[in-house]
């Protein structure tokens, strides 16, 4: 039965090669038409074909993330994609790019949420931003880029947040220090006393400083995204350590073409209201007679001239929907502001990826 598997190995690597030999003549014809190298709902369509084919022995769950490395990879010898985040490395946002990107993409860890915007102006494919966490809702901050750029929300990816002790050996014997971010440790309270008994929880500025620590000195150990764990040469002492149920984090993919309509996408709007009384509750009663479901709204107050609050808000369905047409159409003459800021396929298969 092993030289059945290695047989079929050898078959599934030559297949790959076969893949990766068509794939490079497919980028000499794009370099000669001049056309865009990646073209997500072609990613997407086959995603979607291979993992609705998935009847047999091989787990379905495991196709997508499978064939989206299967697909990085070859898309890295036609011309490698460049994607901007929040640093440091190690983070939840770092690990949303690898879970939507793949292994072979080139990740660009920028100093702040306005730099990542300004690394697709530099020649970056695309920049993930966080946007919200379910224990904490929207990242508002990060609404104020959106008012003065181009950008395009292209889409949307939704990871679990998961912390795991990391350690040079994987076990834990012998640790007297663990390493964390405070947000990190006060998410994983409980769990750092049944792991470690009487450990001392030493703070970090980031994951990244945590694992760093962790691979300098083997008597500490790192909480951090299990992510942390290849880039730092460490391994995994416990997968999962967080205090009560699964959380998740949404992450926004920025970029400069609107993607193709799927059928389940969302759009995200930005509006802005003076002080009037009542100019919201008008908002929302457009919306409900239009038969449009608002997913969530965000405020933040601005100092911008003649605005009280912006708003930001998901709405089921594309921007060329009919009923989402008009009723965007109606409100752009009413409110003194509204920036559509993209139509995108939602992430319905997110939040279960670690």
Do not use: W
């Amino acid at each position: 039965m092993r030289a059945e598997i290695d047989r079929l190995d050898d078959e599934i690597l030559a297949l790959l090669d076969r893949r990766a030999e068509v794939v490079k003549e497919v980028g000499e014809v794009k370099r000669r038409r001049r056309e865009t190298f990646h073209v997500p709902g072609r990613e997407r369509a086959v995603l979607e074909r291979l993992t609705a084919a998935a009847n047999g022995a091989f787990p379905r769950e495991a196709v997508r993330p499978v064939f989206r490395e299967i697909m990085s990879a070859c898309l890295s010898l036609e011309s490698p994609l460049v994607v901007a985040y929040p640093g440091p490395e190690a983070t939840f946002s770092h690990l949303a790019c690898k879970t939507r990107f793949g292994l072979s993409a080139r990740f660009v860890a920028a100093a702040t949420l306005g730099e990542v915007f300004r690394e697709i102006g530099r020649g970056a494919d695309y920049g993930v931003v966080p946007v919200e966490e379910a224990s904490e809702g929207l990242v508002t901050h990060a609404l104020d880029y959106f008012i003065d750029s181009d950008l395009l929300i292209v889409g949307e990816i939704v990871v679990e947040i998961a912390h795991a002790l990391l350690t040079r050996t994987g076990q834990t014997a012998g640790v007297e220090r663990v390493h964390a971010h405070p947000a990190a440790a006060a998410r994983c309270a409980a769990g750092l006393v049944e792991a470690i008994p009487g450990v001392a929880v030493m703070p970090a500025a980031s994951a990244a400083a945590a694992a760093a620590s962790a691979r300098d000195d083997g008597r500490s150990a790192a909480l951090a995204p299990a992510l942390a764990a290849d880039l730092f040469d460490l391994a995994v002492a416990k997968a999962r350590l967080d205090d009560g149920p699964a959380d998740v984090a949404r992450f926004l993919v920025l970029g400069k073409e609107p993607p193709v309509q799927t059928g389940t996408d969302a759009t995200s709007v930005l509006f802005g209201l003076d002080d009037r009384p009542g100019r919201l509750a008008t908002v929302l009663d457009r919306l409900a007679a239009a038969g449009v479901n608002l997913r969530r709204i965000a405020s933040r107050p601005t100092d911008r001239r003649g605005l009280r609050d912006l708003f930001f808000v998901d709405l089921d369905g594309h921007r060329n929907d009919p009923a989402c047409r008009a009723v965007l159409e109606t409100l752009a003459a009413e409110v003194p502001l509204l920036k559509i800021l993209g139509s995108y396929p939602r992430d319905v298969a997110g939040g279960t990826r670690a």
